[in-house]
């Protein structure tokens, strides 16, 4: 299995819990959250991960080298920044097999891999991972009929419901209508484009879910992850 990790962040609602490296770089207990990430990619089997950098990428390179418990790690360095969709496509070029994982390197959830391969080896079309949380405010809702995802409501309304928990199934070739080393959002300017289109599949997880965009969370994480 291989892996896309996008760790290119700047962090700067962090400020100034962190300071000077890339956001999944925070310190959670004396190490990296994206060792955390990591780590938690290995034990699920995972056995090639592509890091997707652009904001002090030495920070992550020297760190990390080109190893951890053992999965092979490839870095793909972005120039100057391409937002999550362009720095995927750029990151698609090093992926070896049709289908690949892709995470946020700065929020972490915990999923059945086994349930979740089956899934994909039975479909091979799109699955983006769902976490149903309290409030999702903060994130916006993903709203769901017959197996599918069918839209994206923007971050209005609180209240329960079911939000994108950034980890997508992709198949290699789903961003071949976009010009090479182009700047886009994959949420805003792919998902919720496509998604209306052709067949994007979900998977709900109730592992635990964290995001460390903000001072608040970086916090509970620290806590959480004791």
């Known amino acids: 299995m291989e892996a896309i990790v ?14 000077n490296v890339p956001k999944p770089m925070a310190i959670i207990n004396k190490r990296p ?7 938690s990619l290995a034990t699920k089997g995972f056995e090639r991960v592509i890091l ?3 904001y002090k990428p030495e920070k992550i390179k020297e760190h990390f080298n080109y190893s951890f418990k053992g999965m092979i ?3 793909v360095i972005e120039e100057s920044p391409l937002g999550t969709g362009g720095a995927i496509k750029k990151s698609f070029k090093k992926v070896k097999s049709d289908q690949v994982y892709v995470f946020n390197g700065d929020s972490y959830l915990d999923f059945n891999i086994d349930f979740t391969e089956s899934f994909r080896q039975k479909i091979k079309s799109p699955i983006i991972l769902l976490k149903e949380l309290d409030n999702v405010g903060r994130y916006g809702e993903v ?8 839209g994206f409501q923007e971050k209005k309304n609180s209240g329960p419901g079911l939000i994108n928990a950034g980890v997508y199934i992709l198949n290699k ?28 599949y979900y998977f709900i997880s109730d ?14 994480a620290r806590e959480k992850f004791k």
């Open 52 to 54: 997707s950098l652009h």
């Open 207 to 220: 592992g635990f879910f964290i995001d460390i965009g903000i001072p608040e969370d970086l916090l509970i």
């Open 6 to 19: 996008l760790s290119g962040g700047f962090g700067t609602r962090l400020k100034p819990l962190v300071k």
């Open 73 to 75: 790690l490839d870095y």
């Open 33 to 39: 959250f994206l060792e955390i990430l990591l780590n």
């Open 173 to 200: 070739n789903i961003l071949r209508d976009y010009p090479e080393n182009y700047k886009f959002s994959f949420e805003k300017d792919y998902l919720a484009v496509k998604v209306c289109k052709s067949p994007h």
């Open 143 to 150: 709203k769901i009929k017959d197996n599918l995802i069918i």
